[in-house]
């Protein structure tokens, strides 16, 4: 069975940092291609950042430059390292992995979701 579990989300106010976490079981996220995608409450999930094999990284343009997604395979993990955090960036925020490297994401399977909340 895989799960994904993200962890790391808060409250911050603007211009802070947060770290989330996506911790795998029943998946290698070595070889699998990882995104992650917020949603805005109201609105439509939104795709973030993603990570293929070969540690190839994609952008939101929304959030080029301040953000980083990398993994850490001795712990099966994903990262997402979230650096002058805006208001805007409030919304839960899901880890989506599995499945094929050369196909555009979503991928397989989700996580349950972290609360990101950005405000002064």
């Known amino acids: 069975q895989v799960q994904l579990v993200e962890s790391g989300g808060g409250l911050v106010q603007p211009g802070e940092s947060l770290r989330l976490s996506c911790a795998a079981s029943?998946?290698?996220?070595?070889?699998?291609?990882v995104a992650w995608y917020r949603q805005a409450l109201g609105q439509q999930r939104e795709l973030v950042a993603t990570?293929?094999?070969?540690?190839?990284?994609n952008y939101a343009d929304s959030v080029k430059g301040r953000f980083t997604i990398s993994r850490d395979n001795a712990k099966n993990t994903v990262y997402l390292q979230m650096n002058s955090l805006k208001p805007e960036d409030t919304a839960v925020y899901y880890c989506?992995?599995?499945?094929?490297?050369?196909?555009?994401?979503?991928?397989?399977?989700w996580g349950q979701g972290t609360q990101v909340t950005v405000s002064s």
């Open positions: 989506n992995g599995g499945g094929d490297n050369l196909l555009p994401p979503p991928y397989r399977y």
């Open positions: 029943g998946i290698t996220l070595s070889i699998s291609p």
């Open positions: 990570i293929i094999i070969g540690a190839v990284t």
